[in-house]
């Protein structure tokens, strides 16, 4: 029973968790757009994608290092974290004076901006503490201490925001250089909170070392190096991909202003906003992916295809309802929470990636917890080569349309091979009518009557009591179509209680 309880717990814990994380960025997201514009959050998007192949080489796998070590020496882990963060300290050091060496270089040839270069050398110092972060909460997830990794986040979250805004505030009218410096400052100090909190929450559950373990060191490199080489190829494709796009709006006649303020709007505006309803699906996948592994190591074929399915139609339910009310109301939701029409334009134009984005990254999910990480890493990479393609021809002839056309050409095709490789381990097939036809036909229905009933009562309602109406009208559809039944109210329920 304990344990059972520990494990509700720690997903509701999760659940929370994200939920909160989603709500800070996106009122991080709304603020800056007021306090820096379109332009300034372009630039600050550009300087965080070289930002997080900075990160990448911090880390160098070692979360995934210190997790399995924690493992696999769990009688030892005192000895597990010292080397761990005796590696940490290498590559999060090394990262941050290449980082900061290199941000001139990165900031004229690769952003054109050189106002990024304050901002580069700035946030060169939090690389340290994401080394070090990373190597503690391989430790926690090991132990499964949900509640110290989540308050660390949000923790994180919150003092990176409160900083960053209030040196904007501070420091307003000395031009975008200096805005994206103060955001900057906000994330180190963001990340040495973070790495303080998870020091002191390890050293006060200290476990007093057993009898000494050899070999803890090799195994520590056989684990992490690996996981970093392909981390670096990934990483190094996502920060192309973003870079490229700039680069080809300018080929098409944008000025270089004009191209980072577009590259904003879409990034900083309109994908926060595309991207918010997934934190509902976190925790689901938090309870469950681990219950797939369970399954899946046991050999229990038909109940991992029956979580899978869950999984499948809870996921495509939400994005379907997700794109419903983008497109119903992303104007309304855009000239609310940013005062701009283009950013409404681009969130009804991005609102049918919900249920393919949420859908690919659930698959993603499932892989994990089958053991197929490789795969997974594999079609990530194709995925980011093919975008870097795409974003190379279409952005010069076609503008910001390109780059739309890209997320969903690379989305559809990172979700049909992965979908492909999990329905091969598992055996699983989709139940397409419960699935997909019926949530599809419960958004157009619920999705025409909002249109209908907007003019009437739209422009009176705020924009909150907007959505939650437009939700429950979706919820509505679903139960009249059949697509949620008794059924599945119990086995959300049920799956609570395991």
Not at 466 to 487: K, N, P, S
């Amino acid at each position: 029973m304990h344990r059972v309880k520990k494990y509700f717990i720690n997903t509701l814990i999760l659940f929370v968790t994200s939920i909160a994380l989603r709500s800070t960025g996106m009122f991080v997201s709304v603020s800056l757009s007021g306090a820096i514009g379109a332009g300034g959050l372009g630039l600050w998007h550009l300087i965080t994608s070289v930002y997080v192949l900075g990160v990448t080489l911090a880390s160098s796998g070692i979360r995934l290092a210190s997790t399995r070590l924690c493992v696999i020496y769990g009688g030892n882990i005192s000895a597990v974290v010292r080397r761990c963060i005796a590696y940490s300290l290498f590559f999060g050091v090394s990262a941050a004076v290449l980082f900061w060496n290199c941000a001139p270089f990165a900031a004229q040839r690769l952003l054109d901006d050189v106002r990024a270069v304050q901002a580069m050398r700035v946030i060169s110092l939090s690389l340290p503490f994401v080394a070090l972060s990373s190597a503690l909460s391989g430790c926690f997830t090991a132990r499964r201490s949900a509640l110290t990794l989540s308050v660390s986040q949000l923790a994180e979250q919150l003092v990176t925001a409160a900083v960053s805004l209030s040196l904007i505030y501070a420091l307003r009218g000395r031009g975008l250089g200096a805005a994206c410096a103060a955001l900057a400052a906000g994330e180190v100090a963001g990340q040495l909170v973070c790495c303080i909190m998870l020091a002191a929450a390890y050293f006060v559950r200290r476990e007093k070392p057993r009898a000494k373990v050899r070999g803890i060191g090799r195994t520590l490199i056989s684990i992490a190096l690996p996981d970093a080489v392909s981390s670096y190829m990934r990483s190094a494709l996502v920060t192309c991909e973003h870079l490229l796009i700039p680069w080809g709006l300018r080929r098409c006649g944008s000025t270089g202003i004009g191209a980072v303020e577009a590259y904003g709007t879409v990034s900083g505006m309109a994908i926060p906003v595309i991207m918010f309803p997934y934190a509902l699906l976190d925790g689901l996948f938090a309870m469950l992916i681990p219950e797939i592994a369970e399954s899946h190591e046991r050999g229990h074929v038909k109940n991992t295809v029956y979580i899978i399915s869950r999984i499948y139609f809870v996921t495509l339910a939400i994005g379907a309802g997700s794109a419903c009310v983008l497109i119903s109301l992303g104007d309304m939701l855009a000239r609310s929470l940013y005062g701009s029409a283009q950013a409404g334009s681009f969130i009804r134009a991005l609102a049918l990636l919900c249920p393919l984005m949420y859908i690919d990254t659930a698959t993603d999910s499932v892989l994990r917890g089958l053991g197929e990480q490789k795969n997974v890493m594999r079609v990530n990479i194709l995925d980011s080569c093919l975008s870097i393609v795409l974003l190379y021809v279409l952005l010069p002839k076609t503008g910001i349309w390109g780059y739309i056309v890209t997320m969903y050409s690379a989305e559809l095709i990172n979700f049909t091979l992965s979908a492909r490789q999990m329905c091969r381990a598992t055996g699983f097939s989709a139940d397409l009518k419960k699935c997909v036809l019926l949530p599809a036909l419960s958004a157009l229905g619920s999705g025409a009557l909002i249109k209908a009933a907007y003019p009437l009562f739209g422009p009176a309602v705020p924009w909150g009591l907007g959505i939650i109406a437009a939700v429950l009208v979706y919820a509505a559809f679903l139960c009249a179509t059949r697509a949620v039944e008794r059924e599945d109210i119990e086995w959300f329920f049920s799956s609570l209680k395991k």
